[in-house]
């Protein structure tokens, strides 16, 4: 069994900053990709930023230069830093972690269950 669990949501006031984490735990061989996604209400989830097992990155544009997404690999955990926040931020956040439970087995991507970030004055 793989778990992501998620933690770090909560309310904040417009331009203020938030630190998301979310540890992987379980039985897990390797990861190759980490990232966070988000859904506001009445939207589709969307891609907030990613990070490879190599480092490299990808930023949604809404967040770009906002947002930095990072990962300690040695504890299978991935963090998203969120500045200069906006009311458009708002929505539930979820991690999501691409990876193998046996070297000889498929890849599968597993979701964290959402935290809440509110953006509000």
């Known amino acids: 069994q793989v778990q992501l669990v998620e933690s770090g949501g909560g309310l904040v006031q417009p331009g203020g900053s938030l630190r998301l984490s979310c540890a992987a735990s379980g039985r897990i061989f390797s990861i190759n990709v980490m990232g966070w996604h988000r859904q506001a209400p009445g939207k589709q989830r969307e891609l907030v930023a990613q990070?490879?097992?190599?480092?490299?990155?990808n930023y949604a544009d809404s967040v770009k230069g906002r947002f930095t997404i990072s990962r300690d690999n040695a504890n299978n955990t991935v963090y998203l830093q969120m500045n200069s926040l906006k009311l458009e931020d708002t929505a539930v956040y979820y991690c999501?972690?691409?990876?193998?439970?046996?070297?000889?087995?498929?890849?599968?991507?597993?979701w964290g269950q959402g935290t809440q970030v509110t953006v509000s004055s």
């Open positions: 999501q972690a691409d990876l193998k439970t046996t070297d000889w087995g498929p890849q599968y991507r597993y």
């Open positions: 990070v490879t097992s190599g480092g490299n990155t």
